[in-house]
């Protein structure tokens, strides 16, 4: 004789709609607690396909399967059962059409999933070298093209998406093409001020530099827009003096010329400097940075800084500096 659990996963998959959504609802609520969690745990060999399958119909009923597989997904061993059921690809499917009302529980979802390693192998389409990077394209074109300022952003989860990815090599490897041109398109969003945007944008930066031995001229080939998204949040908040900013870029030297809204979360700040440091470790990166006048800055940073996690990022990176030539340090006045 079936469970009660048992009856209600099989009324996910009832003709009527009234019962589907009135069995999803039930599932949905489960989710929420530790309890409902370990106890649709245990059927998720019928439960998963059949939250996926939801996932296509009208919103009244998606929405409480997505909510619920996002829950779900929190559990590893239920992501990783969704990715072997093929649920990043009906997830992207879905996400991609034109009637998605559920698009930021997709994404959410995606992220989730892409925690595990078999999960970002699935959205950068390692199997498949015809379609290789292509959900990456889509996701980055969309995060690009939406913004914070509106009442629901439902892209803006992308960004830890695209820090689940680069953390692995192929991820890393695909977001430095230069002919895709990704990695210019996801620094550019550095400049919005959603803290969760910011923080997608400098982690995701920092796991492309440990590729800066292989793949340094890609990451300076950007450099117009890599180096205030690394500098700028490490800079403190004073405004730089005339002699200061005539050794640095335009894009550097106008931003640190006026008042500025701090970077209040730490966690960016210390992932610029890791990156810096990943960059700086190679000798033609140490150049670049002289090159922007970037000891400068990071000194006055660490002036500012209050933070101890952050200011031991400031201590290493100068550590770093100070060890290393300093024949490659600008012997006269770079002229404005």
Same mark, same amino acid.
């Given at each position: 004789?079936?469970? &009660?659990? &048992?009856? =209600?996963?099989?009324?996910? !998959? ?16 489960? @989710? ?7 106890? =649709? ?34 559990? %590893? ?47 950068? $389409? ?14 980055? #074109? ?26 692995? #090599? ?24 959603? @803290? ?20 340094? $001229? ?5 450099? &117009? ?6 500098? =700028?949040?490490? !800079? ?6 005339? =002699?200061? #900013? ?7 030297? @106008? ?13 960016? #700040? ?11 470790? $190679? ?7 002289? %090159? ?22 400031? &201590? ?21």
């Amino acid at each position: 004789m079936a469970t &009660e659990m &048992e009856e =209600l996963v099989s009324f996910l !998959a009832s003709p009527s709609p009234q019962i589907t959504k009135a069995a999803v609802d039930i599932v949905r609520g489960l @989710t929420g607690s530790v309890e409902g969690l370990q106890s =649709l745990a245990n059927y998720s060999n019928a439960l998963l396909p059949a939250l996926s399958r939801l996932l296509t119909l009208p919103k009244e009923v998606s929405e409480a399967a997505a909510e619920a597989l996002v829950n779900l997904s929190q559990n %590893s061993s239920l992501a990783e059962a969704m990715v072997q059921l093929g649920l990043v690809k009906t997830t992207m499917d879905v996400l991609y059409k034109p009637e998605c009302g559920i698009a930021q529980l997709l994404v959410m979802l995606l992220v989730n999933l892409t925690q595990l390693d078999a999960g970002a192998a699935s959205v950068l $389409q390692t199997e498949d070298e015809k379609v290789r990077g292509l959900y990456v394209m889509k996701l980055v #074109r969309s995060f690009c093209r939406t913004t914070h300022e509106s009442d629901d952003d439902a892209f803006e989860h992308v960004g830890s998406i695209l820090v689940n990815i680069s953390k692995q #090599r192929e991820g890393r490897k695909l977001l430095l093409d230069p002919k895709r041109g990704l990695l210019k398109q996801i620094i550019r969003q550095f400049d919005s001020n959603s @803290t969760l945007r910011k923080k997608g944008v400098s982690g995701t930066i920092r796991n492309c530099c440990f590729e800066a031995e292989n793949q340094l $001229q890609n990451l300076l080939l950007v450099s &117009e827009f890599l180096w205030p998204a690394l500098l =700028l949040p490490v !800079a403190g908040n004073k405004i730089y003096s005339e =002699l200061d #900013r005539s050794k640095m870029p335009l894009e550097l030297g @106008t931003a640190l010329s006026i008042e500025r809204e701090p970077v209040n979360d730490p966690e960016i #700040r210390i992932q610029a400097l890791e990156a810096i440091y990943l960059i700086i470790l $190679q000798d033609a990166g140490r150049r670049a940075f002289w %090159s922007v006048n970037g000891p400068r800055i990071v000194q006055i940073g660490y002036e500012d800084e209050d933070d101890p996690k952050v200011m031991g990022a400031y &201590e290493q990176l100068g550590s770093l500096l100070v060890h290393s030539s300093s024949a490659e340090e600008p012997s006269s006045e770079t002229t404005e």
